[in-house]
């Protein structure tokens, strides 16, 4: 099973994509200051008070409250909406705290109200899309599903390939909650065929909307194969992600590299290559003291712990740990001191130091009761059970393991069933209760049954994917070959053009025409077929160069210094030959007659 103990702060900080250094945020407050129409100024408090939730969160509230007022000054409905969506975003980043996750979804449904009462189809697409996006988190599938279907009915209405891409993602995601796997996958592969078809105008910002979507579609695409624990597959479209941050102008790019080497750096932690997980994990930090900004600093160090301890290395998660300094203040500023006191209890409980474990389980507990989502209360009961049971307290590992349990049980979460049953039939077992350790140990061969059917559906997926992609490698080849075939009927027509346009020219040069007919004529029917040599010979350039303008540049030069004075050469000779009537055909001769030479008599 995965552990993640810091399942809040992991959330948290994947959204730093966002952060910017001080410098920037000092940019956009001076711009702000200088707005003067409304839509500038909710446009610039729109992107401070998103970028501040990971830097100040009472300056990110103080600008999200100027960028509502200004929009219900406005009296504009769009703006209106676009506050409540963006305030609904910046909420959800931090959607391993309940209370911000209850506020996202509140910004989103009083958005969806307003945009349907004003016919905003767009607005109102992306405010359901948000709600697809918190229930995904919540394991509401039945209701994201609702949301994103709703969202996909208006998208194609609209005819917006852009929402339309979004929809799909979002499609993909529920579905792989869902664990139907090729339903994912198929939508996923929509998204990312709509995104790549997208032909944006030469305006920078139709590009860098095409560049998010594929960037998006990627990391999507990079997920689903990480969540069937195809991780070369995961890595590879991570790194294409990556690669789309290099087609983005300023520094905005170079702030989300360090977030995407810091996801490379976890793949390879789930393969096991701890070796290249720490590499990136090295290189994101060192990322980040470029840029000078610490924040961005936060998501490698809590991989670096989470990597220890995973790896059952208590000790050096304890010695990192009391030297992480920034990582433990960035979690106590955003409101999650708990998780501190989480890390503590369950790296004693490894150390079995098990008086410091319990206070600081104890110290964890009441905010994890209140504050915590269902997710992460079963890994913090799972982890407090844990310690009951390290330290001999039987009674209170069953307590904490069947509050675990019940969470599981209401998710339908089958991988922590699976253990949860596990526990406590161990536990049951130690306390002597063979009736409830009887009852657990069946329970844990149905759930294991269940989680070996779902392997053998993966087997079975992997097959269906496999075979996908051969189809769909297929169907390319043979739309490749319709238009070779397309291109090489077009060419012959060509070719025959040409051959009938010399064939004019010669016969002008057989009949009476004048001169300059034959001029006119000769300088388009040259013209005609070296471009066609030309049109040729570019195909096999761009093929030899993979399109690269500098070497396209260097041989077309070459190439036209070499057919333009043979084109002048070859024009001139030929006209000259056809305007001087020596084809001209004598009255009474045929046309072969006049062409071909007289022959000599022979005086014997």
Request: glycine share 4%; proline share 2%; hydrophobic share 40%.
């Amino acid at each position: 099973m995965k552990k993640c103990w810091l399942t809040a702060v992991l959330l948290l900080t994947t959204c730093l994509v966002m952060a910017q250094s001080p410098a920037v945020i000092d940019s956009l407050k001076l711009k702000f200051s200088k707005a003067k129409t409304s839509e500038e100024k909710v446009e610039t408090a729109s992107v401070l008070c998103r970028v501040l939730m990971n830097v100040n969160m009472a300056e990110a509230d103080k600008y999200g409250k100027i960028m509502s007022e200004e929009a219900e000054l406005s009296r504009d409905r769009k703006l209106m909406v676009k506050a409540l969506i963006i305030h609904g975003e910046r909420y959800a980043y931090y959607a391993g705290k309940k209370e911000y996750l209850e506020k996202s979804s509140d910004y989103f449904n009083k958005a969806l109200q307003l945009s349907k009462e004003n016919k905003l189809d767009k607005e109102t697409t992306r405010a359901l899309l948000g709600l697809s996006n918190n229930n995904i988190y919540l394991s509401n599938t039945d209701k994201a599903l609702n949301y994103t279907t709703q969202a996909f009915a208006i998208a194609t209405a609209l005819k917006d390939d852009s929402l339309q891409v979004e929809v799909y993602n979002s499609f993909g995601s529920v579905y792989q909650v869902k664990k139907d796997r090729l339903l994912a996958l198929r939508n996923f592969l929509n998204g990312l065929r709509i995104a790549e078809e997208l032909k944006p105008t030469k305006q920078q910002e139709a590009w860098d909307t095409k560049n998010d979507l594929l960037r998006k579609s990627y990391r999507n695409l990079s997920g689903f194969y990480a969540d069937i624990k195809e991780y070369d597959k995961a890595i590879d479209y991570a790194t294409k992600a990556m690669d789309k941050l290099n087609m983005t102008k300023g520094n905005g790019g170079k702030y989300n590299k360090a977030i995407d080497l810091n996801y490379i750096g976890n793949l390879y932690a789930m393969k096991k290559n701890f070796d290249m997980s720490v590499f990136y994990y090295e290189q994101s930090i060192k990322l980040a003291d470029s840029l000078k900004f610490n924040q961005l600093k936060v998501p490698a160090y809590n991989s670096i712990l989470n990597q220890y301890l995973q790896s059952d290395e208590p000790q050096k998660a304890l010695d990192y740990f009391n030297k992480a300094t920034e990582l433990k203040a960035y979690i106590i500023n955003f409101g999650f001191p708990h998780v501190i006191d989480q890390a503590y209890a369950v790296i004693y409980t490894g150390l079995g130091q098990f008086d410091s474990a319990r206070y600081y389980f104890a110290k964890a507990a009441p905010l994890f009761e209140t504050s915590a989502t269902e997710s992460n209360k079963i890994a913090f009961y799972s982890q407090y059970g844990k310690f009951y049971y390290k330290s001999g307290d039987m009674k209170n590992a069953v307590l904490y393991y069947e509050k675990a349990k019940a969470l599981a049980d209401k998710t339908a979460s089958l991988e922590w069933q699976e253990e949860l049953a596990k526990y406590l039939d161990t536990a049951y077992g130690k306390n002597n209760d063979l009736k409830q350790s009887y009852y657990y140990n069946s329970l844990y061969h149905q759930y294991k049954d269940s989680l070996q059917k779902l392997g053998e559906e993966k087997d079975l997926m992997q097959m269906e994917l496999a075979d996908e992609q051969q189809r769909q490698e297929r169907i390319a080849e043979e739309e490749r070959q319709a238009l070779d075939k397309k291109h090489n009927l077009q060419y012959t027509g060509i070719a025959i053009a040409i051959a009938t346009v010399f064939l004019l020219l010669v016969l002008l040069g057989i009949f009476h025409v004048s001169e300059s007919m034959i001029r006119i004529m000769g300088f388009f029917a040259f013209i005609f077929l070296f471009e066609f040599i030309i049109l040729l010979a570019d195909h096999r350039i761009h093929e030899w160069t993979h399109g690269e303008p500098l070497p396209v540049l260097g041989i077309k030069i070459i190439l036209i210094a070499m057919l333009l004075p043979l084109h002048h050469w070859l024009e001139h000779k030929v006209v000259h030959y056809l305007a001087s009537r020596r084809l001209i055909i004598p009255k009474g001769k045929g046309v072969w007659t006049a062409i071909l030479p007289k022959r000599k008599t022979l005086n014997h």
